[in-house]
């Protein structure tokens, strides 16, 4: 590691309001840190998780962990020693990466997902190819009708986004025995899809999908990358999951598909407004099943973050890259 | 093929209140036999839809097939060349095995439902694992509340009933990467299963299960073999399925359970009472997902059945064993 005069500065800063700022507490953080013996003596860690504690740091801080929502662009502008923010989730567009000052990196929490991803996307497309948004719906209405249902292997899945959560979901698919459709924004060639295609011709992937399955993140263009046009073109009776972020897919639009019967179910563990209000319709939606955004948080969770963290302030005092990277031209 | 001076006469009695009727019609029948070009000509197959018409053929019959619902003890004393009744479902609760005369043979659909256990036993442990039985009380109290969720590779499923139901689930089950603790009548040691126990010691079995899967038939010996008793010696907020018979777990000790938290989910494709009435308190029961006996219900069913039900008119013609032979003493 290279010579530093004075142990980094980190601060972590967890929103109050957020679910899991419990598991980064000061006792959790240090419980991590006990697991790279050699780090210890070169870092100083401070948990704040008040406003007025974070500002009064600011002028020292180099490295800002985030955990939840904070409004960066003043921050920034007010930190002279901040060289890097670390975003414990793996989206991060709530950062605004362009009015970030462009010295200071930003990582954020990409592959801690990917078991529960991978758990997950199983678990949703069974449940769409055994009927359990229809059986869910009809629950509710207190009514019991029977179905025929089809083998899951076989059929095909158009998994959009092949990234970190894509690539998860696309193992559990293979080993149901789906066919794999990865869409992605180049539309490279995955080792775990069986066709890869770029965004551009999403509705061709549709076209043969049972399910569609959406992991993209949510950046300025991926918004609605699924309106009421790409839904169109799925078969008949196709079913939709979304893992990745409520306003990449126009919920409104599948909602009235589902409706009518064009499409046949729907697992959402996200939506474009979190929490779901109790007023939204779509609690009630027909063959619409609403998981709250939970398919992809784990108890350890933020014990394997933490490590993945350390590991990466390993790197950053050896001057090597930092891993997960988020790249501001592309939001990811 | 020994010789027989007439062919055989095969009648398939088709309940008209059945779900699945239609897909035994004539047509579907004769669809079946044209894949046996040497059986044709040896035998003559009628299909009938009412009581009225079996009983014009009652003379003459020797094979009945019966799909659905018929009082069969009456109508045997009556037919004197009858030798085999073959039931189109695995369960032949609604047989009489023990008033049939003892020269008549009954066979069932065993192993017909393989594939569609396995992949529905796969959903059913996912969804328990996932939360989703909380997650739909949530969704129809119009609540949005996250939950974190746990692997479930190397969790524990106590499966009750090693038959060819369970041994399906158990392959679905390793598939997930679960630990599978197989409990059958005798207990004898099973390829599928980690830990194989007579049924004696299900209360021990229970104790370190995550999840019951119970796939046992209804025999007069199953009535409420899952009963409270069984259901608190299960770890806090175990999930419970039921793939087998409806009566053969006390549902409403189970859905008590639920209701207080002591368990943490369930999912019943089976219910003591059939359709589950619109006025049933399960319908509404905390964490308990009512799937409408559809989980082993797959599209192919008759084709399927039609075709190892002719495999077998063939061994009976050979004078060969007949396989899938319902044991009167056991009752499955």
């Known amino acids: 590691m290279t010579h530093r005069s004075a142990p980094l500065r980190i601060h972590v800063f967890t929103d109050p ?3 899991q700022s419990p598991a980064f507490a000061e006792s959790r953080v240090a419980a991590a840190l006990a697991a790279f ?5 070169r ?7 008040d406003l007025a504690t974070l500002e009064a740091a600011l002028a020292e801080i180099e490295v800002l962990v985030v955990v939840g929502k904070l409004e960066l662009v003043e921050l920034a502008a007010r930190a002279p020693k901040l060289a890097w923010i670390h975003i414990t989730s793996a989206g991060v567009d709530r950062v605004p990466l362009d009015r970030l000052p462009p010295t200071v990196r930003v990582t954020n929490a990409k592959g801690n997902h990917d078991a529960r991803a991978r758990e997950f996307a199983m678990t949703a497309l069974l449940m769409l190819n055994n009927q359990l948004p229809l059986f869910a719906t009809q629950q509710r209405e207190q009514r019991w009708a029977q179905t025929a249902l089809a083998p899951i292997d076989g059929k095909t899945v158009v998994i959009l986004g092949m990234g970190a959560l894509g690539s998860a979901a696309a193992r559990g698919a293979r080993q149901l025995g789906l066919r794999v459709v990865g869409v992605s924004r180049a539309g490279r060639e995955h080792d775990l899809a069986d066709v890869s295609l770029p965004q ?16 993209l993140p949510l950046t300025a263009e991926t918004h609605h990358a699924v309106d009421a046009s790409a839904l169109d073109a799925m078969p008949e009776r196709g079913g939709v999951i979304n893992i990745g ?13 589902l409706e009518d019967g064009r499409l046949g179910g729907a ?16 609690w009630t939606t027909r063959n619409l099943i609403v998981t709250p955004h939970s398919g992809l948080y784990d108890a350890d969770y933020a014990p394997r973050c933490l490590r993945a963290f350390f590991a990466n302030v390993e790197r950053y005092l050896a ?12 939001g990811y």
């Open 319 to 330: 001057g090597e890259a930092l891993e997960n990277r988020v790249d501001p031209a592309l």
């Open 37 to 41: 013996p050699e780090l210890a003596p």
């Open 200 to 215: 551009s011709r999403l509705k061709e992937a549709l076209a043969e999908a049972d399910f569609l399955l959406i992991t």
């Open 245 to 257: 972020r409520g306003p990449v897919l126009d919920v409104a639009a599948l909602a009235e598909r």
């Open 267 to 282: 697992v959402l563990d996200v939506f474009p407004e979190e929490p779901l209000p109790a007023s939204s319709p779509y």
């Open 17 to 19: 309001d957020f679910r």
């Open 43 to 49: 870092v100083t860690v401070e948990v704040s998780r």
